[in-house]
């Protein structure tokens, strides 16, 4: 028989570098999960994504064991990477801080494909083409 979930958290934590401390520390405390554990298996499970934030799914069973799904980073993180910016637009109608080209956002799509609500490519770029626009990013 399948064990009991009794919740589920979802956190945003950078690859490699996770430590007891908020936001981690206080989610998982609070549901009685061993926080040094969590830690050392999603750094060694994420190590290859050093500094990137990487959202997590930790889902807690009733024997206070958990399991956890690491996703894609964010959209909005990829695209600042692909066009060299270290933040959007604050007024993204108006200012534009950088541009990324179709070949740039179709390769952010073959890595978010799996976490988007679509499996076709073409909709998954447009997906992508507007998070670039909506944080101030040109696409050419």
């Known amino acids: 028989m399948a064990k009991e979930v009794i919740t589920k958290i979802k956190l945003q934590v950078t690859g490699g570098q996770a430590t007891p401390a908020p936001p981690v520390g206080p989610a998982l405390g609070q549901?009685?999960?061993?926080?040094?554990?969590?830690?050392?298996q999603f750094n060694e499970a994420?190590?290859?994504?050093?500094?990137?934030?990487?959202?997590?799914?930790?889902?807690v069973y009733k024997d206070k064991s958990f399991t956890f799904i690491v996703k894609s980073p964010p959209a909005a993180v990829l695209i600042k990477q692909?066009?060299?910016?270290?933040?959007?637009?604050?007024?993204p109608d108006k200012e534009i801080v950088g541009k990324v080209t179709g070949e740039?956002?179709?390769k952010i799509v073959k890595e978010k494909l799996n976490d988007l609500n679509t499996s076709d490519e073409?909709?998954?770029a447009r997906i992508i083409a507007g998070t670039?626009?909506?944080?101030?990013?040109?696409?050419v």
């Not at 994420?46 to 889902?59: D, Y």
């Not at 670039?132 to 696409?139: E, L």
């Open 31 to 40: 549901h009685g999960v061993n926080i040094g554990q969590f830690v050392s």
């Open 46 to 59: 994420t190590k290859n994504a050093q500094g990137m934030i990487l959202p997590v799914e930790i889902s």
């Open 82 to 91: 692909a066009a060299g910016v270290a933040k959007g637009s604050s007024n």
């Open 104 to 106: 740039q956002i179709l």
């Open 122 to 124: 073409e909709s998954a």
């Open 132 to 139: 670039a626009r909506s944080i101030g990013i040109d696409v």
